[in-house]
């Protein structure tokens, strides 16, 4: 009896091991081709930045007669792929003109190449512009510029804590500066040097905001390029002005200036963070943001934050680009169709001697149909118009004769409109 219940305990325990086996997919790694870490970790943010895939497809749609940016192809190919395997980087670096792949790069400038290489229409999701202005004591405007970015640089160098504070260094990127002293700056309508102030703000606001934490600067002492392992405090959420950010990718570097290794840690669909690292991925441990709003990390460098509002607003727009061209080409193939049925009809019309509607008005005002009456008075005047009425009646057909060939010509158009899209 115990040995039996011991069996059928064993049995109904199966299905419940058997459940706690099953784990979510993890997704798929790329292959380094030597020392191309820094291209697979920014790939695999663009991965999962659905705004730019929005963009792509609403091209490829759009360009379905032509052809797209090679970048831009390449990319579609690489992400589709990526989704059934580990991926293979070979045509990006040839597209993006890396030859020599074992050669180490850093990951901000291959986002930045990434970005010149595709369409602007692509490029543009990860774009803001800055306006940078500087003011006399008196409100005169001594220089006033703006400029686009891809990524906001955030100095290391200026904190005197051990910690640097993400969102400090992000509010103090827009702080105005004092120019005063032997720093005044000349004003032209002052016509002397006056003490000046300086702002930067940001005007248009992007998709998607990179900021860049400058761990790579010159040391002007000993005057070569040195890395900073200061700790960093990441925040979750940022705020400006206009819109709420939410971060959603991190580009990591690990080890020195000269031989060192980037990883990247990405939240997806499922609010998981993963970790990436070449082939391999894996759920990240201790997940970021579990138990506070920020998460501290002295290998972040790149920080990819989502516009809270991007999602929605860039499906609409995706939406509505979409809706206009198929409302434009239904428009083109009805009207074409349509004239095309038209001057068939009016082309059988003209066989059977029988008068094409758009010509009626014309028939009315200038051919003279006789008409069988008890009283004529002047048959010789009747006989001049009967005769004039025979030769506007043979200009009518003659016109018909150039309908059957402008529906010859309709006809190759209609083949146009069915092939064009």
């Given amino acids: ?121 692509a490029s543009e999701v990860f774009q803001g512009q800055l306006t940078y202005t500087t003011k006399c004591s008196r409100g005169h405007i001594i220089n006033e510029e703006t400029n686009p970015f891809w990524t906001l640089p955030l100095s290391l160098k200026d904190t005197h804590e051990e910690t640097f504070s993400v969102e400090n260094g992000f509010n103090t990127f827009f702080q105005s500066k004092l120019f005063n002293g032997d720093n005044m700056v000349h004003c032209n309508d002052c016509k002397e040097k006056r003490e000046a102030e300086s702002g930067c703000q940001m005007v248009v606001f992007p998709l998607i905001l990179t900021l860049l934490l400058k761990r790579f600067e010159l040391d002007y002492n000993t005057k070569t390029d040195v890395k900073s392992s200061c700790s960093v405090d990441v925040p979750r959420a940022l705020q400006t002005q206009e819109t709420g950010y939410d971060l959603y990718g991190m580009v990591n570097h690990t080890g020195s200036l000269r031989g060192g290794h980037y990883t990247a840690t990405i939240l997806y669909d499922d609010n998981t963070w993963y970790g990436f690292d070449d082939t391999s991925v894996h759920e990240v441990e201790k997940q970021p943001f579990a138990e506070t709003g920020t998460y501290n990390s002295s290998a972040a460098y790149l920080l990819v934050y989502r516009a809270s509002k991007s999602p929605t607003d860039e499906d609409e727009q995706s939406d509505s680009i979409l809706k206009q061209v198929k409302a434009k080409k239904k428009k083109s193939d009805k009207s074409g169709e349509q004239r095309l049925k038209e001057m068939q009809r009016e082309m059988r019309d003209a066989e059977h001697d029988v008068v094409p509607s758009f010509l009626e008005d014309t028939i009315q005002e200038d051919v003279y149909v006789p008409q069988q009456t008890q009283n004529t008075n002047n048959s010789a005047t009747q006989q001049m118009k009967m005769e004039e009425g025979h030769k506007n009646k043979a200009g009518i057909l003659g016109n018909c004769a150039r309908a059957q060939s402008a529906s010859c010509i309709l006809s190759g158009l209609h083949s146009s409109f069915s092939f064009w899209w």
Avoid: W
């Fill in 1 to 121: 009896m115990s040995s039996s219940r011991k069996r059928s305990q064993n049995k109904k325990a199966e299905p419940k091991a058997k459940k706690q086996k099953v784990s979510q997919r993890l997704p798929h790694g790329l292959h380094n081709q030597g020392a191309t870490c820094y291209l697979n970790s920014v790939l695999q943010v663009l991965s999962v930045t659905r705004e730019i895939h929005d963009r792509f497809e609403t091209a490829a749609f759009i360009c379905r007669q032509e052809k797209l940016e090679s970048t831009d192809q390449e990319l579609i190919n690489f992400f589709q792929n990526l989704k059934k395997e580990t991926g293979e980087t070979g045509d990006i670096t040839k597209s993006l003109g890396i030859e020599n792949v074992y050669q180490q790069r850093d990951a901000a400038e291959c986002l930045e190449l990434i970005l010149s290489k595709i369409s602007r229409n």
